[in-house]
């Protein structure tokens, strides 16, 4: 407990819903206050920007079209997070495991002689578990190995990176691109329909909506779900009880790594139509999708929300790129403030804040339980 | 004498390449020694290179740069400091933050830099009487800038002191294990502090020498996925500094080589071997063989929080 | 007499129909940031130079638009009020395609592909005969007889600039070499540092290059080697070491074009057969280590000094043998092209038959390695 003027903090163990809500969106609110400096820097007023790029993006349908298209990455990737953040695996690895999907999806499309109407389910099929299969390989490493998750995942990332570089440069490069490092384009079996006068295609995101609500039942209903639970929030009872640590974190990461892999066959039959160079495939979706994550604290169904608002991020970059003529460096600056800013509010939502009594002491530290 | 010249041009370039690596490596290896992770090393190590050539550029001094560099690599680690130690929040995340924010930042303020030659760079140097040896003389001692040899030198020094000094003591419990070292009565906030921004004042250092030795010009982006080649090393030298000046020329070597054996071998599977050694060092690590062992600092990636555990 | 009338009438009215509805707003996405000092700064120059010309253009520009994106961005700036659109990298062919099927109303042009529509231009500025135009001056500056060359990817239009200039280097040094590394990146100034390491560790001593940065310039002027510089004037990275180089005028088509769109000469409905390939002779590519200055003087006396016995023109100096051959091109009537026939690609089979030149189709779809040139090449038929 610590007094500060009239107010009394008081810590809690497990924060309120209400009081992740509140961090989490003062988090937000705050990050738009500090970019504002750079809308400053660049002789705009912030407000008027912000209005701006309010009305033109939920003007039209077109335009909000995109916050959909560009969520729908986020979404798939961000609910296969929420469920190995649940069990403590720290998969930095959603980039990597989307472009495995995209790798999957690309063989099928153009290599594997199957009929047509087969060919889009089996591209989400394939391109799953070359996601999960991607993943799985940390959750075994960090069972039987102790290899730490972050870093392997993390390095995987590089390593799938350059694997595509490698098959659009070299196996894979397209007889009819004249030599560019793109595959050739998908046949018209392996594209995805749109939303009428939009991008976006929509399979994708029923897909992911549905992945928000399986991995929700299944973390609430299943035996799996209950053992998830368990092996994140303590370990120690999860051996006792006797739980598989290997099956758990396996599934877990087939899973996680599996919707990475379905984002990654939307982007390449939805939107590119071929495979081409990783950083034009992924916008870095995989890494925010870990920032959408931590912002739905483990809820998959929070984590579409999540998704959307930074779907709303990628779409206002955009926007702000053209309308405001501002640099395109302006997004990573502000994705880096919202991050820095989810982190450091964290701590809040472990206090509860109400007015002091008359008789509780000033106390400038109370050493002990929390500085 | 064919291999002669192929030893030459792969050692001399490894070591040039291997630099920023290196510098970069022993600042990762003296933070995450005291237990803290900072994946922000991309973001400092750019946000070092625009401050290097600005400064180096303005003023003509391309040493006042490098200074420069490391004090903005160094704030930027105390941020993350800041974060981690004190508001104790995630430390990947955190850095994964410092790192967008670093990129994003440096190619903001860098944007009216660009496209511009440096006219004082670092100067490159052959050392009298030693470069006129046979093979090791231009292997070794001919157009290396001051900071390859600085480099070497530090991470002994910096071995001395981790392994030889009660300092070194001081910093290696904190990072094994807070608790018992603030038992002892060490302030374990105030060494994770020193030790994460002494580490981003060599990541600035590292990202400076980019802009005004390796290729002296500022570009947007020019580090290059180089900050998570320095997470990659600093595990694949087991957070050993002397381990640290090979493993950075070998990736070095490695990078190099990846060009003079385009013929025979596609770049990119060269070019994705740090990345995977990294992983394969840790996963062989696990089986525990005693050649082997690799054992990250017992507390790396925990906040402490006095109390607990 | 009324016919004539109603002629003069239609005219009048035509024009007066251009006139107004010709403000034009050209919008510019280009596929990297604007201070790469390659590819997308010279586009950006070209720009710049245009819209100040014109009371009539307005323009804006998108830097480092992903290429999956294109489609996304064509959208916002035809919202913002474009009615033209230039995309500028090969990988926004098919975006572009797809918005100028959308967007019937609107003008597009895009810069190094080769599908065209209606509404759909492409448009090019090519550096072959200015490779070549360089390859003289290395083939006599090299000692070692081994030229180095940086390239980014090996796609036909590199190709093509690799082979003519090995073709130049071979007519004045009939042993050069030229060796090549590919750094699969148009922009890496690290990969293109090691790349030029790795040549000068096999011998060579002059540079020329493709990447989007003065890096190769830097590195080959560290140890005191000659080079040519690569689309933007890079004689400031080393006065003493930039031989001459290729410089590109973007501006040239720019301003042909947008003017042409303002006249009404082009509209959305006839613009399928128009392609630009525009070379020396349009002024859209010059050869120099900067504006006007076709060759470093520092080196103006080496190469008077140089004469070579030459089986078109005798006994001739290669800076002489340099100015012929750049007039021969730039004229408006081309009496010149470096791929004239006999031409024997380094397999030795005959690729250009005697007497005959390259079509444009064979140009930029040409796969095959001249004479002379070492090292890997994708595709090599």
Known sequence: ?371 | MDWVNWLVSTVSRALAFGVPLLWGTLGEICAERAGVVNLGVEGMMILGAFTAFAVAQSTGQPGLGLLCAALVGGGAALFHAFLTVTLRANQYVSGLALSMFGLGLAGLLGRGWEGKPLAATLPTLTLPGLARIPVLGPMLFQDQTVLTYAGVLLAVLLWLLLFRTRWGVVIRSVGESPATADALGIRVSLVRYLCVGFGGLLAGVGGGYLSVAYRPAWTEGMSAGMGWIVIALTIFAAWDPLQAIWGAFFFGALYHLSYRLQAYLAPELLKLMPYLFAVVVLAASGFGGARWRRRAPGALGLPYVRGER | ?381
């Not at chain 1, 992924?282 to 998704?307: E, F, N």
């Not at chain 3, 005959?350 to 890997?376: F, H, N, R």
Request: proline fraction near 5%; charge should be positive.
């Open chain 3, 1 to 381: 007499m009324k016919r004539i009338w109603a002629v003069v009438l239609a005219v009048v009215a035509l024009g007066a129909v251009a006139l107004g509805a010709t403000r034009i707003k050209a919008g510019f996405i280009y596929v990297g940031p604007i201070g790469d000092y390659g590819w997308t700064h010279a586009h950006d120059v070209g720009r710049r130079i245009v819209d100040e010309k014109y009371d009539w253009l307005e323009t804006v520009y998108v830097e480092s638009v992903p290429e999956g994106e294109v489609e996304t961005y064509i959208d916002l700036l035809i919202r913002q009020g474009c009615n033209v659109i230039f995309t500028t990298s090969f990988g926004f062919m098919d975006g572009t395609l797809a918005a100028a099927q959308r967007y019937p109303n609107v003008i597009f042009a895009h810069c190094s592909g080769f599908k065209r529509w209606a509404n759909m231009a492409t448009y090019m500025a090519d550096f072959y005969q200015v490779y070549y135009l360089n390859g003289l001056m290395a083939g006599a500056l090299t000692k070692t007889g081994k030229i180095g060359y940086v390239a980014a990817f090996p796609i036909p239009e590199v190709k093509r600039h690799i082979s003519a200039f090995a073709i130049g280097a071979r007519e004045v040094n009939p042993r050069a070499e030229v060796h090549v590394r590919w750094i699969y990146e148009w922009y890496n100034p690290a990969a293109a540092k090691e790349a030029t390491e790795a040549l000068i560790a096999e011998g060579c001593d002059v540079f020329a290059f493709t990447e989007d940065s003065p890096t190769v310039v830097q590195v080959a002027a560290e140890k005191g080697l000659p080079s040519f510089g690569h689309y933007s004037p890079m004689y400031d990275f080393a006065p003493d070491h930039v031989v001459s180089g290729q410089l590109v005028h973007w501006e040239k088509i720019y301003e042909d074009f947008l003017v042409k769109v303002h006249k009404g000469i082009y509209t959305t409905k006839n613009l399928a057969h128009v392609d630009y390939w525009w070379l020396l002779a349009q002024g859209a590519v010059e050869v120099g280590a900067k504006p006007g200055m076709v060759i470093n003087p520092k080196y103006e006396a080496f190469l008077k000094n140089y004469v070579i016995n030459h089986p078109v023109f005798g006994r001739i100096s290669v800076y002489d043998l340099v100015f012929i051959r750049l007039n021969q091109m730039a004229d408006p009537g081309i009496t010149f092209d470096p791929f004239q026939g006999p031409i024997y690609d380094r397999k030795g089979r005959l690729v250009v038959p005697a007497g005959m030149w390259m079509s444009y189709d064979a140009l930029i779809t040409m796969e095959w390695a001249a004479a002379g040139i070492v090292g890997p090449w994708p595709g090599e038929p």
């Open chain 1, 1 to 371: 407990m610590r007094r500060l003027g009239p107010l009394v903090f008081e810590p809690r163990l497990v924060p309120s819903r209400l009081a992740v809500l509140g961090v989490s969106l003062a988090a937000v609110l705050f990050a738009l206050l500090l970019a504002s400096a750079v809308f400053y820097g660049y002789g705009r007023n912030p407000w008027q920007a912000y209005a701006q790029i309010g009305r033109g993006l939920f003007g039209t349908w077109p335009s909000f079209s995109e916050v959909l298209r560009r969520a729908i990455p986020l979404i798939l990737c961000g609910v296969g997070l929420t469920l190995a953040f649940r069990a403590r695996f720290w998969n930095i690895g959603a980039e990597g495991q989307l472009l495995a999907g995209a790798v999957a999806a690309t063989g099928v499309a153009l290599f594997l002689p199957v009929p047509e109407g087969w060919r889009l389910p089996l591209m989400f099929l394939l391109g799953f578990l070359a996601g999960g299969v991607w993943a799985v390989i940390p959750a075994l490493l960090r069972v039987k190995l102790a290899v730490n998750d972050v870093i392997s995942t993390l390095m995987l990332n590089y390593v799938m990176a350059y694997i595509v570089e490698w098959l659009v440069h070299g196996p894979w490069k397209g007889p009819t691109m004249r030599g560019f490092a793109y595959t050739d384009a998908f046949p018209l079996s392996a594209r995805l329909s749109y939303l009428p006068g939009t991008r976006v295609h929509w399979l994708t995101l029923v897909l992911g909506i549905a992945a928000a609500l399986v991995v929700t039942g299944l973390l609430a209903r299943t035996r799996l779900g209950y053992e998830v639970r368990v092996v994140g929030q303590s370990p120690e009872a999860a051996r006792y009880a006797g739980i598989n640590f290997t099956a758990v974190f396996a599934l877990v990461m087939l899973l996680s790594g599996g919707l990475a892999g379905l984002a990654g066959v939307g982007e390449v039959a939805g939107i590119h139509w071929r495979l081409r160079s990783p950083g034009h495939i992924s916008m870095g979706y995989g890494y925010t999708a870990i920032i959408v994550a931590w912002l739905a604290r483990g809820s998959p169904l929070t984590a579409v929300l999540t998704a959307l608002l930074f779907g709303l991020i990628f779409a206002a970059g955009d926007y702000m790129k053209t309308a405001l003529g501002l640099p395109f460096q302006i997004t990573g600056v502000f994705n880096g403030l919202v991050l820095f800013c989810l982190i450091s509010f964290d701590l809040l939502m472990f206090w509860r804040v109400r007015l002091a009594r008359k008789e509780e002491a000033w106390t400038g530290s109370t050493g002990s339980s929390a500085r």
